[in-house]
């Protein structure tokens, strides 16, 4: 039997506010990887620049709802140290290199 004082929250699951931005989150990010292949595929150009659009506000939605999650505490990053930056930073500029764009500084 249930105890008088424990909240009922064990039977019917409540979700927080960290639940409900981490939902926001997923769907924003679901949305842009929906809308970044519109764009690919847009054969009109007019469609392509309203997608576009919808594109990069969705984009901003995703930042945004990400930076206020790390304000709160609730989206945890790993932090590099400067070793770890530098060795990242000269194998993407290896692999910028094998391009024939890559070549010019």
């Not at 304000?71 to 500029?93: D, H, I, L, M, R």
Request: glycine share 4%.
């Amino acid at each position: 039997m249930q105890n008088q004082g424990q909240s009922q929250n064990n039977q019917t699951p409540q979700m927080n506010d960290r639940d409900y931005m981490n939902d926001v989150l997923s769907t924003e990010k679901y949305l842009s990887d929906g809308f970044n292949v519109a764009v690919r595929e847009a054969s009109h150009q007019g469609l392509f620049q309203d997608m576009m659009q919808v594109l990069m506000q969705t984009q901003q939605n995703v930042r945004d709802v990400f930076d206020l999650m790390y304000q709160k505490g609730w989206y945890k990053v790993e932090s590099a140290n400067p070793q770890q930056v530098t060795q990242t930073a000269t194998q993407f500029q290896s692999y910028k290199n094998q391009f024939p764009t890559g070549q010019t500084q």
